[in-house]
């Protein structure tokens, strides 16, 4: 939301559960941020948002929750507007740093089970991206150029394995569903 408003997006709204990331939100100068959660903001806000962004949210709620949260999402969008989630990807190859490095994570996610989750909550269109290394610095290009060595690697033994080299490979991934 910081990000949005230095940007010169007026209309950011953000709910949290966490009493302690509202106050520090508003200490920063956020404004538009609420305590609640997605099952008591969403309903009766029905096609009012362009976007809507969870990050490192949905991996938090069961099967049954994250069905439900997105099928009220769903709702809440515009037709033809975004839900963007980054979670676990499940078929990282070092994914279980980041979903077991929290005690209260409850699913991982494949490119395959956000399809089958945004398919059948209203979603027409769905996009899977990987968090790749950040090549920003020098470290950064060097990460980012052995991350590309280590997929093709992957992607040479999953085919040999499988028949199919298809797949994203790191600890997170992104996915925007479309309205």
Not at 13 to 40: N, R, V
Request: with cysteine; aromatic share 12%.
């Amino acid at each position: 939301m910081y990000y949005l408003q230095q940007k010169g997006y007026a209309d950011v709204k953000g709910i949290d559960l966490s009493e302690e990331q509202i106050a520090l939100g508003q200490g920063l100068g956020i404004t538009g941020l609420e305590l609640a959660s997605l099952a008591a903001y969403l309903p009766g806000r029905e096609a009012q948002y362009d976007c809507i962004i969870a990050k490192d949210v949905i991996e938090h709620l069961t099967r049954q929750q994250a069905f439900d949260a997105l099928r009220l999402i769903s709702v809440a969008l515009k037709p033809g507007g975004s839900f963007i989630m980054q979670v676990p990807n499940g078929q990282g190859l070092f994914y279980t740093s980041i979903f077991y490095g929290d005690y209260t994570h409850e699913m991982a996610y494949t490119v395959q089970s956000v399809r089958q989750l945004f398919l059948n909550t209203g979603f027409s269109k769905v996009e899977c991206f990987p968090v790749n290394p950040f090549p920003g610095s020098w470290k950064g290009k060097v990460r980012a150029a052995l991350w590309k060595v280590k997929v093709a690697h992957t992607r040479f033994w999953k085919m040999v394995e499988t028949g199919n080299p298809s797949g994203l490979f790191t600890s997170n991934l992104i996915a925007r569903g479309i309205r």
